[in-house]
């Protein structure tokens, strides 16, 4: 009696932390609600089945067996939906309704009456372990391109080790002659042994799925404070560290770089006649058109407002203006439908090229302001070019 209360307690605290950490989770750590909930679900219906298979004092064991098979079921799926839903692959909820829905109704609605346990457990565990063997094989591959390989084969790994031990249950209870390992001692130690290892195996599972989604989350945040949430290009704080990187090479190898500050022409008169929203696309048009004429080299960010930053390493006075022109000629042929007419936007450009080592980078971005107001003053949509700064 003592182990089977010390045993409902094992398996009461460690599934519900487990759920309480899915709920957690999808409410306030900012996972997919939907991807949390699955979890949660297969937390909770795994530790009510565990709980059933302990605490059966005075019970009769075939409706327990039977009940247990079915919350095990649901649990399994409810996994797999969950990894679905995290890593957006292609949901198959009409065989989950159909294997969920068919062992409830068979266990419960044709062994239970019958007192067919055994059929039960193997048609159960055949699910369960199908299930299993179904989850590792479609999530190993997306897995391995977001995460490390390692996490994916430890994730299939434990996967492939649930589906064998059910299958294992499955034909143990086939038959019931042989001498399996795991049924040669006493009922007792048997209990403790299968309750120990689907509560290690289901620890070692929500291990795995937190280690995902805590990486995810870090990359996420890593991600968002380098780039801009609007536009997704790199923010300010991102290309002032990538400038003074550019600047240290020029001042130890002598390799010469040159900036461009972008701002959308009259961009005030768009958000004052059409609103903030109207603005917003129109930043977001050209953000999408500076980075597709980039070269892969290149690097574009949002440095402020309307205005943008855009870095051509190793490039000089020359090609930067042309890749300038470039640029503007691009932004001006863009079309934005906004309601019942078109925006057309145009750029001014001030281009300055880093070829004095002993120049400050504050200095090299003074040049640059300075020639986009110029282009500004001579009717905007043009490029102005800083002239070269002259040594001290």
Not at 140 to 165: D, K, N, Y
Not at 292 to 315: I, K, N, W, Y
Request: net charge neutral; hydrophobic share 50%.
């Amino acid at each position: 009696m003592e182990v089977r209360h010390l045993l409902l307690a094992f398996v009461l605290l460690t599934h519900g932390l487990t759920t309480l950490m899915w709920w957690a989770a999808g409410t306030w750590l900012g996972l997919s609600r939907k991807a949390a909930m699955h979890w949660l679900v297969a937390s909770l219906s795994n530790g009510l089945a565990l709980a059933c298979m302990v605490f059966n004092d005075g019970w009769p064991q075939t409706p327990l067996a039977l009940l247990a098979c079915v919350l095990v079921v649901h649990g399994a799926v409810s996994l797999r939906r969950g990894l679905q839903a995290f890593l957006k692959l292609r949901h198959t909820d009409g065989s989950h309704l159909v294997l969920g829905l068919g062992a409830t109704l068979f266990c419960l609605g044709v062994c239970l009456p019958l007192g067919w346990r055994t059929a039960g457990i193997v048609v159960s565990s055949a699910v369960i372990g199908w299930v299993m063997w179904r989850t590792a094989r479609e999530c190993f591959v997306p897995l391995r391109a977001e995460f490390q390989i390692g996490t994916a084969w430890v994730h299939s790994a434990l996967l492939t080790c649930a589906a064998l031990m059910f299958a294992g249950l499955a034909v143990g209870e086939l038959w019931l002659g042989v001498a399996w390992p795991w049924l040669m001692s006493n009922v007792q130690l048997a209990q403790v042994g299968v309750v120990f290892t689907s509560v290690m195996v289901s620890i070692l599972s929500a291990f795995v799925l937190g280690y995902i989604v805590v990486t995810r989350l870090v990359r996420r945040l890593e991600h968002l404070s380098h780039h801009d949430a609007l536009t997704g290009l790199l923010n300010r704080r991102a290309i002032e560290y990538l400038l003074d990187r550019e600047a240290q090479r020029l001042h130890r190898f002598g390799e010469p770089f040159t900036v461009l500050m972008v701002d959308i022409d009259h961009f005030k008169r768009i958000n004052d006649r059409l609103g903030h929203a109207a603005g917003d696309a129109v930043l977001c048009a050209v953000s999408q058109a500076l980075q597709a004429q980039a070269r892969e080299v290149d690097r574009v960010a949002r440095f402020g407002g309307e205005e943008f930053c855009v870095l051509l390493p190793h490039t000089l006075h020359e090609g930067a203006l042309l890749a300038a022109e470039r640029l503007r000629h691009a932004i001006s042929q863009i079309n934005i439908p906004w309601a019942d007419e078109t925006i057309t936007v145009t750029i001014s450009t001030g281009l300055a090229t880093a070829n004095d080592s002993l120049e400050a980078l504050a200095s090299l971005l003074r040049r640059a302001d300075d020639a986009l107001y110029q282009a500004k003053a001579e009717g905007r949509n043009k490029v102005v070019s800083a002239p070269d700064r002259v040594a001290a």
